[in-house]
C-alpha cells in the first residue's frame, strides 16, 4: 500500500492511511509533541489500517473467497474497520462485542450492514463465550466463514511497519526521537516501532503508554476505564498469554497512566486543541507530554492517536458520566467527594458468618462483595463490586456463600451532588457504595446522604 492521494480515489479504500500529524502546541508549549490523528482515516481509527490489510491479504492467500463471511470478535473499531471493506468489497459481515461496548458502535456497525452478536464482557479467556473464542467458532460454522484474528494475524503489525512507520518518519523529516503509543492487540506498536528503531539505527525510543492496571504494564489486570487499549485478564483465567502480534521486545519501556489522566487529558484535549478524540488517545497523549517533559527540549515526540471522541460522547465527554464515575470531582460545591473513605469489602465466595463479622467490625452500613482473585494493590474495580449488603441482608440468608445479586449495585460518584444521587436511588436502597476514578471509595448510608444533601 503506497501513501492515498486524498484528492480523489477509486474506493474509499484507497484513502485509508496517510494520516496527518499535529502539533500539541497549546497542550505542550514547550517541547515538541505531535499527534498522529488515526481518527481521520475513513472508518474513523486506526483500525482501518489493520482491517484492509488483513482482507487483502486473505484476499490473496485464498483464505476468504467471494461471497464469503468476515467474522470478527472487536470491541469496535476492527469491526467498524472490517464492516468497511466487507461492504466496499461485497462480503458479509458478523462481529461478536462485548455487551459493555458502547451502543454508538453498534450502531454505527448496524449501519454498514454488519450483524452483531453480544456476549458477556468479563469472561475467562477459556471461557466459549469469551469473545475471541466466540467468533472463531462461529468463523468455523460459518459457510465461507473467515476470521480476521487482529490478535494473530500478521497482516497488522505488517502495515504499520509499511504505512504508520514510515509516514511518520517522513512527517518528522527523521527528527522523531519518541514513539508513544497503546498497545491493545500491540499490532500499532509492534509494527510502527519495529519500523522506526530500525530506519534510525536504534535512536528512536518506542513507549508504550498503558492503563495503570492493564498487565502490559505489570498492573494487576483489573478493569480499567479507557477502553480497546490495555489488556484487561479475568481473574479465572488460567493461562494469561499476550496477543501473538504484539512483540514485547520492540517497546522499550512502559509509561502507566491512570484513567483519571487518561480521560481528563482527552477531554482537555478537545477543549484546547480542538481535538476531538477517544479515551486511549488520551492515555497516549498524556504518556507523550509526560516524555517530553523528561526528556528536554530536543526531544521530538510523536503520539499515536488511535480514534475520535465521538463514539464516547456519552462516556469521557459527558459531565454526567464523568462524575458518575468520579472523574470530576473537584469543580463543584456539596459533591461527595468530601465523604471517601476506607472500605473493607470481602470476595465473592466469603461465607455468611464471616460476613457478618467483617460488617459489624467494620462499622459501614453496608459491606461491597467483589468479585475474587484481585490483588489488593487498587481499590476494587467499580465494574467489580457484585453486591452490597446490609445486615439484615445477611441475617435472612441460610445458604453459603454470600448471595450476589443478578444485578450489581448502584453506586453513587464523588463528582454527584447528595442531591443528584438521591434522585435517581430506587425507593429502597439502604445504601450506597461511592466510587472515585471508578473503583470503590466508601460505602454511604442513606442518612449520610440526606445529610450532605443539607
Ligand atoms: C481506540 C483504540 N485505541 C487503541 C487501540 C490499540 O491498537 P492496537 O490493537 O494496534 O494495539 C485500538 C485497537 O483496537 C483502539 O480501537
Avoid at 461465607?351 to 462499622?363: D, N, P
Wanted: net charge negative.
Amino acid at each position: 500500500m503506497t501513501a492515498p492521494d486524498r484528492r480523489s480515489a477509486e474506493s474509499l479504500l484507497g484513502l485509508v492511511g496517510g494520516t496527518p500529524l499535529v502539533r500539541l502546541a497549546r497542550a505542550a508549549p514547550a517541547a515538541e509533541v505531535h499527534a498522529k490523528l488515526e481518527y481521520l482515516n475513513p472508518g474513523g481509527s486506526v483500525k482501518d489500517r489493520a482491517a484492509l490489510a488483513m482482507v487483502l491479504d486473505a484476499e490473496e492467500s485464498g483464505a476468504l473467497r467471494p461471497g464469503g463471511t468476515v467474522v470478527e470478535g472487536t470491541s469496535g473499531n476492527t469491526g467498524l474497520g472490517l464492516a468497511q471493506v466487507a461492504a466496499a468489497r461485497g462480503y458479509r459481515s458478523l462481529f461478536v462485542l462485548p455487551d459493555k461496548t458502547a451502543v454508538e458502535k453498534l450502531d454505527a456497525l448496524r449501519a454498514y450492514g454488519a450483524e452483531v452478536v453480544l456476549t458477556p464482557s468479563a469472561l475467562p479467556r477459556e471461557h466459549p463465550d469469551h469473545v475471541i473464542n466466540y467468533a472463531t467458532r462461529l468463523a468455523k460454522e460459518t459457510d465461507g466463514g473467515w476470521l480476521a484474528d487482529q490478535y494473530g494475524n500478521p497482516a497488522n503489525p505488517e502495515i504499520h511497519r509499511r504505512t504508520t512507520g514510515p509516514e511518520i518518519w517522513e512527517a518528522t523529516g527523521g527528527r522523531i526521537t519518541h514513539l508513544v503509543s497503546t498497545i491493545g492487540t500491540g499490532g500499532t506498536i509492534t509494527g510502527t516501532g519495529s519500523y522506526l528503531r530500525e530506519v534510525s539505527g536504534g535512536r528512536v525510543e518506542i513507549v508504550g503508554a498503558d492503563p495503570v492496571t492493564s498487565r502490559y504494564g505489570g498492573g494487576d489486570g483489573s478493569p480499567f476505564a479507557v477502553e480497546a487499549a490495555g489488556h484487561y485478564l479475568h481473574p479465572e483465567t488460567a493461562e494469561d498469554v499476550f496477543p501473538d502480534v504484539y512483540r514485547r521486545e520492540v517497546v522499550d519501556r512502559i509509561e502507566t497512566i491512570g484513567d483519571r489522566e487518561s480521560i481528563l487529558t482527552a477531554r482537555g484535549l478537545a477543549r484546547t486543541e480542538g481535538l476531538l478524540v477517544g479515551g486511549s488517545s488520551g492515555t497516549a497523549a498524556a504518556a507523550a507530554l509526560r516524555v517530553a517533559r523528561e526528556a528536554g527540549p530536543d526531544a521530538v515526540v510523536v503520539a499515536i492517536l488511535p480514534d475520535s471522541g465521538r463514539a464516547y460522547l456519552s462516556k469521557y465527554h459527558s459531565e454526567t458520566w464523568l462524575r458518575r464515575q468520579g472523574f470530576l470531582d473537584d469543580d463543584r460545591p456539596g459533591t461527595l467527594a468530601p465523604l471517601v473513605s476506607p472500605v473493607v469489602s470481602v470476595p465473592t465466595g466469603t461465607s455468611v458468618g464471616e460476613a457478618r463479622a467483617a460488617l459489624e467490625a467494620s462499622g459501614q452500613a453496608a459491606l461491597p462483595v467483589v468479585l475474587a482473585g484481585r490483588s489488593d494493590r487498587f481499590p476494587p474495580a467499580a465494574g467489580e463490586v457484585l453486591a452490597l449488603l446490609s445486615m439484615s441482608d445477611l441475617r435472612g440468608v441460610s445458604s453459603e456463600p454470600v448471595p450476589v445479586p443478578a444485578t450489581p449495585p448502584v453506586g453513587v460518584g464523588t463528582g454527584e451532588t447528595a442531591a443528584e444521587a438521591l434522585a435517581r436511588l430506587g425507593p429502597d436502597v439502604e445504601a450506597v457504595h461511592l466510587v472515585r476514578d471508578a473503583r470503590l471509595a466508601g460505602v454511604l448510608s442513606l442518612g449520610a446522604l440526606r445529610a450532605r444533601e443539607h
